[in-house]
Every structure is written in C-alpha cells, then in structure tokens.
C-alpha cells in the first residue's frame, strides 16, 4: 500500500507540471498510470493539452480519462513526457522496458524538451543492474543475439506469457530480459547493445531524463542530474 501511495504521489506531482497548451508524452506503467489519471482530471477542469502514448494500454487509458490524442507524424516535438522507470541511478541513467513499451517510450523521449521520471523510492539505486535489463529484439535474430549477450557475461531470458508462449511487444517484437548484475558503465552498454543487429532497442536510457520525481514515504523528492 505505501508503494502505491508513493506511486501515486509521484504521478499527480509530474501532472502538475504540465502547462495549457502542451504536447505530452503519455508513459507506459503503474506509476505513469496515476499521472494519466492525474492529466485526465486537468483535462476535466479545463487544462488544453495533447497527449502522445507509449503504449495501446495508455491510449486506452488516455481516452477514458478525456485526454486528446495525437501521432508523431502530428506533433514530432513534445513539450514534456511524464514516463516511469524500472531503475534510476544518482545520473538519472534508466531501465526501462518492464511494462514492455521501451521502443516507443525511447523514440518519445528522443523528441521531448524536458522528460519526467516518477517513481516510488524503491526504484532509486545506486548503480543500475540489479532489474533485468529488457532488450527488445526481432524473433529472426533473437538466437544470435543471445549468445552475444552471454558473451557480454549475462544472461538473458526470453519473456514469456502465462502460456509459455513468447511476449509481442506492442511492434511485434520479442524481449530477452537480461541478467547483467551490476552495470559499471551504461552508456558503454547501451552503445554495445546498439551496435548488434537484430536488436531493436534496449532499455537502457541514456542522458534523457531531465528530472525523477521519487514517491518516499508522505513526500515527493526531486532528483536532477
């Protein structure tokens, strides 16, 4: 329950941040929910905003709370996006990929002037690796690229469903979530991951947040780079 309270806390603060006449970014996940629920509730009382998802599931939400949509082939600069995160380290460097929505949550974050982390403080650490690094990758590839992430020293799982068949991101693609234990240098990672074919994106996220909103106990804390 304190968990949720601080998710929750989090999101309405990042919601708070948003200005009449936004572009935003629509996060994927249980903390950027209650952000979306949050905007919704603005967009009620008069707030003027359109929003871009991440994900089928948030413009699912996005609608029934009342917020507007919008495509990048619309709007392909927003104003501000409001995203979870699995893991935020002290340089605000980021997991991501979870919820499954780490393509399309990185293309988003590419193009926004300020990203919003929220997060409950559960999710700040001091060096990233400890969540299994989600790595999104096309199922023609997915053997190949296996075994060059066990060559990097970890160890990668397919993501299943609860049938045992293989999770389909929302692109249609597979994810290998993946073991590395702690990661000394991320943006030496990621450009490791970038680098091999057959890997779509990764959930490694580099430089792109301007500031984590963290959920601790009855507060809300702001962490900048």
Do not use: W
Not at 60 to 71: E, F, N, Q, S
Not at 167 to 187: E, H, K, R, V
């Amino acid at each position: 329950m304190a968990n949720e309270q601080e998710k929750e806390a989090a999101g309405r603060a990042a919601a708070k941040l948003v200005r009449d006449g936004d572009i935003v970014g629509l996060g994927t996940g249980s903390t950027a929910y209650f952000a979306v629920v949050a905007l919704g509730e603005r967009v009620k009382a008069g707030l003027k905003i359109i929003g871009i998802p991440t994900s089928i599931q948030t413009a699912d939400l996005a609608r029934a709370v009342g917020i507007p949509l919008t495509t990048l082939d619309e709007h392909p600069e927003i104003d501000i996006t409001i995203d979870g995160a699995d893991e935020v380290d002290p340089k605000l460097n980021l997991i991501k990929g979870g919820g499954g929505a780490l393509l399309r949550e990185k293309v988003v974050a590419s193009v926004t002037k300020k990203m919003v982390v929220v997060a409950d403080s559960g999710k700040v650490v001091a060096t990233l690796g400890k969540f299994p690094l989600p790595v999104e990758v096309i199922s023609f590839a997915r053997t190949v690229v296996e075994k060059k992430i066990v060559a990097l020293g970890a160890t990668p799982k397919l993501r299943t469903k609860s049938d045992g068949t293989p999770y389909l991101t929302n692109n249609g693609n597979q994810i290998l979530d993946c073991s590395f234990g702690a990661i000394a240098d991320p943006p030496a990672l990621a450009r490791e991951l970038n680098g091999m074919p057959g890997v779509v994106e990764h959930g490694l996220f580099i430089g792109l947040a301007k500031v984590a909103l963290v959920g601790r106990g009855d507060r809300v804390e702001e962490l900048r780079s």
